[in-house]
């Protein structure tokens, strides 16, 4: 028999409770953002994706548990420099 899965990591209900840093087509600076990002005191995943056999890599930060702390992270992340960075659903 199967294990049964864990159960997702409740993030308040939001629907989109992560930041996206920012899309990079060089992981070597997806990694750059990221450092930044945990000198910071945050905790990004680099997510490796492709588009028509094309790797890109995406640096997000999240989930946050409420939108109160959503905005502050937003703010935050961006006082780092990543002012385009966005809310996303994961």
């Known amino acids: 028999r199967p294990e049964p899965a864990a159960p997702a990591r409740k993030s308040g209900g939001l629907a989109k409770p992560y930041v996206q840093i ?6 070597a600076n997806a990694e750059r953002a990221a450092k930044q990002m945990r000198g910071a005191g945050m905790l990004p995943t680099v997510k490796r994706s492709e588009i028509n056999g094309k790797p890109f890599w995406r640096v997000v930060v999240g989930p946050a548990p409420s939108k109160s702390e959503l905005d502050a992270l937003l703010k935050k992340i961006k006082g780092e420099g990543f002012s385009d960075a966005y809310a996303v659903s994961n």
Request: hydrophobic share 50%; aromatic share 16%; charged share 15%.
């Open 22 to 27: 920012g899309i990079f087509s060089v992981e």
